[in-house]
């Protein structure tokens, strides 16, 4: 059955046309989210490098904690670190997830601020503490990067719901869309990366304050200019995730109008006889 709407004819698109659009759809997400690792990258190199000069950044981190004002509201330093027994265990899947292997190796560092607890291997990568209690100062110190944390959350649950919405199929003409759901539908991509957002800004603000907490702990202008540096892989890390994100979201959204979208045809390429059934949109 040919449609019109605004005077152009349409023919909508078939079951086929919809379930091949949503794989290739699916592929060209996978293949977008597959290169999230080559944003890490030049942070974990840093981040190893980093592990023969964490003495000077380990005596400046602990004294800046301690004027901080952390340790007032409750927050405390969990060091992390392999044990000869532990290494001995790391051979088999089961251990790998029952300890913090990254924070352990000292290629990562995190802050639960449930627990109100720095977690991160003190004589490898004291380099990420201050970033980490930046984080602990937005949490408890600061009205504007605890709003930006309580939306990390939603934000990943709202980018993951539109990588959902942008599979579904879009059984009218672009030019008969209207409403929210629409407004969703062709804007996943935009929503899904503006949803990362708050992320990206809570690091960035993290890095910031723990740039600051680094002076304040007599780190010289060297070691700060390196700092910043590294906090700035670390940061573009997650804008990369955030780029990603939408890309892929937004690629998807793009395959699935193209292949479940009525396609425009003319009256006498469809009918050369002159007659024109049609339904209505």
Not at 205 to 223: D, P, Q, V, W, Y
Request: glycine share 8%; aromatic share 12%.
């Amino acid at each position: 059955m040919t449609v019109i709407s605004n005077g152009n004819y349409y023919v909508p698109r078939t079951k086929e046309d919809a379930e091949k659009g949503f794989w290739i759809a699916s592929a060209a997400s996978g293949a977008i989210m597959s290169t999230l690792p080559l944003f890490s990258k030049p942070f974990l190199k840093q981040m190893k490098a980093e592990h023969a000069n964490n003495q000077q950044y380990k005596d400046a981190f602990i004294k800046s904690f301690k004027t901080s004002g952390l340790p007032e509201e409750g927050v405390n330093i969990i060091h992390q670190e392999f044990s000869p027994d532990d290494l001995a265990k790391l051979g088999t899947a089961r251990e790998k997830e029952i300890f913090h292997k990254d924070v352990k190796a000292g290629l990562n560092a995190f802050y639960a601020p449930d627990a109100k607890e720095i977690h991160f291997n003190l004589n490898k990568a004291s380099i990420s503490a201050f970033h980490e209690a930046g984080h602990a100062l937005n949490n408890l110190k600061s009205t504007w990067g605890n709003l930006l944390q309580k939306f990390r959350g939603p934000g990943y649950a709202i980018a993951g719901l539109m990588g959902t919405v942008a599979l579904f199929s879009r059984p009218k003409p672009k030019e008969n869309d209207n409403g929210l759901r629409d407004f969703v539908q062709n804007n996943c991509g935009k929503i899904a990366f503006a949803a990362m957002l708050p992320t990206v800004a809570e690091e960035a603000l993290a890095s910031h304050k723990g740039i600051k907490l680094a002076r304040e702990g007599g780190l010289g202008e060297a070691a700060i200019k390196n700092l910043k540096k590294f906090y700035g892989k670390a940061l573009m890390s997650y804008a990369g995730y955030a780029i990603a994100t939408g890309l892929s979201v937004g690629l998807a959204n793009k395959i699935m109008q193209h292949y479940t979208r009525p396609k425009e045809v003319s009256p006498q390429q469809e009918f050369p006889q002159g007659y024109y059934p049609y339904q209505r949109f």
